[in-house]
T-cell receptor, first 111, second 115 residues
Framework: QKEVEQDPGPLSVPEGAIVSLNCTYSNSAFQYFMWYRQYSRKGPELLMYTYSSGNKEDGRFTAQVDKSSKYISLFIRDSQPSDSATYLCAMSASGTYKYIFGTGTRLKVLA | GAGVSQSPSNKVTEKGKDVELRCDPISGHTALYWYRQSLGQGLEFLIYFQGNSAPDKSGLPSDRFSAERTGGSVSTLTIQRTQQEDSAVYLC?????????????FGPGTRLTVT
């Protein structure tokens, strides 16, 4: 079993839809949870990060962490065609430089 | 400012040949990472450099893989006697490694195809 599981998709939604992307994990030591966005033929870029449990909002993006269920989510409101990309979750334990990445979910937002 | 750059962007090589992949990190970043990204496999950690400390090589898949970082800046990942299973995108990232999280800035990657 992988430490981090993520549905690879692809996930296709119409423009304006609310998108929910999710990851599950098995290592209870993970404290930092990150979401990266990767456009085709580009490197990943950090979108958001959260520490421990709770929610964090940034514009149209909301990150949620439920440590009791070992489950994290990224919500995208009012999705746009420009949001079409692969979204990777990543996690690390406190004080470590090593991130464990999910496989990424490919999202397509249709105009 | 300039981001992380990698060269070449694409590399096609024959099985058994050696290849060198280059990474130029963001100026001033003390930490440098190499990852491998294969279809459906996510980002696989390969190696980590931090300042003058001994690198963490725990992710290198075999002794055919090696990396060095000269002068705390440019890094080269070398794959000897390439195999078809080495075909992947090789990503380099650099970071400051301070603050709450060690935000990694990624380069565009080198797409390696072994024929």
């Amino acid at each position: 079993q992988k430490e981090v599981e993520q549905d690879p998709g692809p996930l296709s939604v119409p423009e304006g839809a609310i998108v929910s992307l999710n990851c599950t994990y098995s290592n209870s030591a993970f404290q930092y949870f990150m979401w990266y966005r990767q456009y085709s033929r580009k490197g990943p870029e950090l979108l958001m990060y959260t520490y421990s449990s709770g929610n964090k909002e940034d514009g149209r993006f909301t990150a949620q962490v439920d440590k009791s269920s070992k489950y994290i989510s990224l919500f995208i409101r009012d999705s746009q065609p420009s949001d079409s990309a692969t979204y990777l979750c990543a996690m690390s334990a406190s004080g470590t430089y090593k991130y464990i990445f999910g496989t990424g979910t490919r999202l397509k937002v249709l105009a | 400012g300039a981001g992380v750059s990698q060269s070449p962007s694409n590399k096609v090589t024959e099985k058994g040949k050696d290849v060198e992949l280059r990474c130029d990190p963001i100026s001033g970043h003390t930490a440098l990472y190499w990852y491998r990204q294969s279809l459906g496999q996510g980002l696989e950690f390969l190696i980590y450099f931090q300042g003058n400390s001994a690198p963490d090589k725990s992710g290198l898949p075999s002794d055919r893989f090696s990396a060095e970082r000269t002068g705390g800046s440019v890094s080269t990942l070398t794959i000897q006697r390439t195999q078809q299973e080495d075909s992947a995108v090789y990503l380099c990232a650099s970071s400051f490694n301070r603050g709450v999280i060690y935000e990694q800035y990624f380069g565009p990657g080198t797409r390696l195809t072994v024929t």
